[in-house]
């Protein structure tokens, strides 16, 4: 029997893909997109055994790792007894799932809707607002990212939205963001307070009876891990208390271990009206995502029919795959490794790296959950330019790592069971790269 030609095989890969898939967020002729073909734990390799140290957990989903045996055998299970049924009926692994994620959620939050992924939480979640509060307008924050659906996509704040802003009633506003503050603030306590009078003041000249929700990521993930100053979300729960309007927090990203807590929010003290939720939920290993609504908005629809559905909504694999995550996660003590090793062992390698390394303007996260914001200068803060960001990427990829590159940051988010060697390996690499990235 003859050797199969590993090479062949990532050559044929690539060359399929640039044959016939057409890539999201990209021009498609320059792209030269990398081969993966297997993964376990923190890594991923190609056919020819090329092994890559993965702390983008792919799209900052992976929280288990790839490959978890527990996962694989539970959607495999699942595969034997019931591949698929109707979102209609009543199905163990969807009733199964929907508990464990309500248990984990704060008192009052009791149903949950599933949906295909992220975006179509955000949807749901908005549809639920509006039609609970009778309001139509959506207020979110300019450094945002909630998904590539109609308004999903108008909600969020960067420059995606731009070319697809076709939904209505949507307004943006800034949060707090220190390093970079729209309030000329100097101290976190001074930028909470003067966001706050911001958001309260876009609340004012929208109006108030016009409102429907706020939406805000609990810790804004691609648009750089801003974590909110203390106060912050509290603030904004007081704000959308006074008139009425429903607070959701999207922890599509934050949430499921990845700031060492099942939901981010839970750190600041602060009940939602309506989560959502995706990603880490179930690592990625099925396309799954859903809102958790609270009691007094899921009552709005017990005699009055809620005019949104999809045809996977709850399907069986996914909710399988729920059901394993979360079980693993808690016996494995997957939470806690993350809050540990972001307090005691990746928080202080990056901040130790950031006090060696001139590129380096600030360091921010909690968890597994960190950035690296790169500047050209420290004192001016101009953002390191494109052209850097590119090299260094390719360089940290050639040293065996596979980084999260966003605008002129570093997105440091391994998958929650990372080990303290593990992140070792990868701050070496880090700091071999951006040394040679400052004598460029």
Known sequence: MAAVDTADLDRRAYQLDRDFVFHSWSAQAALTPMVIAGGQGSRVWDHAGRSYLDFSSQLVDVNLGHQHPKMVRAIADQAAQLCTVGPSTANLARGEAARRIVDLAPEGLTKVFFTNGGA????????????????????SAYRSYHGNTGAAVVATGDWRRLPNEYATGHAHFH?????????????????????????????AVEGPDSVAAILLESVPGTAGVLVPPPG?????????????IVLILDEVMAGFGRTGAWFAHTRHGVRPDLITFAKGVNSGYVPV????????????????????????????LACASIVAALDTMAEEGVVDNAARIGRDVLGPALRALAADSSLIGEVRGEGVFWALELVEDR?????????????????????????MVADNRIHVVPPCTVTDDEVAEAIAIYRSVLTQGEQR
Request: charged share 25%; hydrophobic share 40%; glycine share 8%.
């Open 120 to 139: 179509d939480a955000i949807e749901n979640a908005i549809r639920m607002a509006r039609l609970h509060t009778g309001r139509s307008k959506v207020l």
């Open 175 to 203: 949060g707090p963001y220190l390093y970079r503050s729209e309030f000329w603030a100097q101290a976190p306590e001074q930028e909470c307070d003067r966001a706050l009078a911001h958001l309260e003041r876009t609340v």
């Open 289 to 316: 995502g859903g809102v958790v609504i609270g009691e007094t908005i899921a009552k709005t629809f017990d005699d009055r029919v809620f005019p949104g559905g999809l045809t996977y909504s709850g399907h069986p």
């Open 379 to 403: 004192a001016t803060r101009v953002p390191l330019s494109a052209d850097r960001m590119a090299r260094i990427k390719a360089d940290l990829i050639a040293a065996g790592l596979l980084p």
């Open 232 to 244: 912050y979300l509290a603030g904004v729960r007081e704000i959308a208390d006074r008139h009425s």
